[in-house]
Structure formats: structure tokens, C-alpha cells
């Protein structure tokens, strides 16, 4: 093996994927539990008022871009460390399939598709307003 | 390894469901998703989750996501290491740091939530 084949490059996306996966899990947990209790359990109950309960207070709050741009990153970054964890539960119980680049592909790919999604619901649904 | 061995020790079997929780609390931004888009309904349109089985389904949720943030941020004191005038700060202060920025965030979030309800 000459010099050239055996230099050593960055790899970038190793580094990448596992950023988005560490990040993606303290974003997870430091994010979703007050979203899941105060959208997902006291405003349907009518315990407290909530900004999604109304069209109006829901549709003003996401022309923000400061909250758009929240939002992509509680969806976005939480989805890479799903597919990540979510691949791997797979192998740990018995899928070697799931560590193949198909598998990959579709996980990982899968989070790509989800926030591009975001992405475009976000500029679509609300004009921007401050 | 062997089918099931996850069931055979209590700390593998909590391991899987750590690794689990990704699947609910997806599902459940998925749905929070699908409110963002109803909005595009306009003022008719528009009618936000309310069902009585949606808020089990996010009782059921809130409690994988606790299982994630409480076992995540717990994992914080290993990972994290920091030194202020040359001593390392225990693990446990890290961790506490950790938590305490939880509820601080939760608060914050709690109250735009709320107050911009009104």
C-alpha cells in the first residue's frame, strides 16, 4: 500500500451522525416532556389554556420566526437520535438486517425526510410576523 | 445472542426500554406535527387533538419521555467532565446541573405555552 491510500481523512459524516444523535437525545429530553404534559394532557383536559387550543393564538404564535425556527430544531434533532436508537433496538433484538445501508439509509434518510417536512410546513403554514 | 435475552436480567430489560422510548415520543411529534399542518385549515378548519384517547396515549408518552430525559440526563455525570481551578467538579454536581436546567427549560416553555394562550 503506497503513502497516499493509507492517509487517514476526517470522517466527517461518523461525526456528523453522531452530533446529531447526542444532541438530537438532550434536545429529546429536555424539550418533550413539558410539550407532551402541557399540549398533550392539561390543555385537552382544559386545565390550563393553551396556545394550540385556538386558530388564532396558534396560527400567531407559528408566524414567529424565532418559535419556527424552535420548532425545527424539537423536531429535526430528536428524529436523528430516534432513527439511531431505533435501528439499533432492531439489531439488539435479533435484526442483523437493521445494520445493513439499506437500513441505514432508510432511518437515517427517514429523519431527513421528516425535517424537510418540518421545513416546509413551517414556511407554508404561518407568514412570518415579529 | 439468544432470542429474548433482553427479559432474562431487570437491567436489560430497562436498557431496551430505554432504547425504545424513541418510538412513542416520535409518534407523538409526528402528531404535534399534524397540528402545525392543521393550521393551514384556517379558523374553520382548525381543530386541535382532543380526544380522550389521545391524552392516554400522552399520558403513556410522558411517562417514556421522562424514563429518557431522567436516564439521559443522569448519564451526564459520566460523560461530562469539567475542572474550575484545576478540581474536577463531582459528577454529581454535574448531574444536578443537568436537571436543574430541565426545570428551568420546562418552566420557560410551560409559560410561553400558556401566556401567549390568552
Known sequence: MNEHSTKKRPAF???FFWFMFAQGGVIAALLIPVHILVQGILGPLGIVPVVDRHYDTWISILGNPLVKL???VLIAFPFFHFAHRLRYLLVDLGVP?????PAQ?????????ISLITIWLLLTTAPLSL | MPRGWWTR???????IVREFTSLPLAVWLLR???????AQ???KGYAPHSST?????????LGFALYHSITFLSLAGVILHFKVLDRPIPSRLVVLSQFGAWAAISAVIAFVLIYFAR
Open chain 1, 13 to 15: 459524516d461518523h461525526l
Open chain 1, 70 to 72: 424552535y420548532i425545527l
Open chain 1, 97 to 101: 438486517a437493521a445494520k445493513s445501508l
Open chain 1, 105 to 113: 439509509a432508510v432511518f437515517y434518510g427517514g429523519a431527513v425526510v
Open chain 2, 9 to 15: 436480567r431487570a437491567n436489560y430489560f430497562w436498557y
Open chain 2, 32 to 38: 404535534f406535527l399534524v397540528e402545525v399542518q392543521r
Open chain 2, 41 to 43: 385549515s384556517g379558523p
Open chain 2, 53 to 61: 384517547a389521545f391524552v392516554i396515549f400522552s399520558v403513556i408518552c
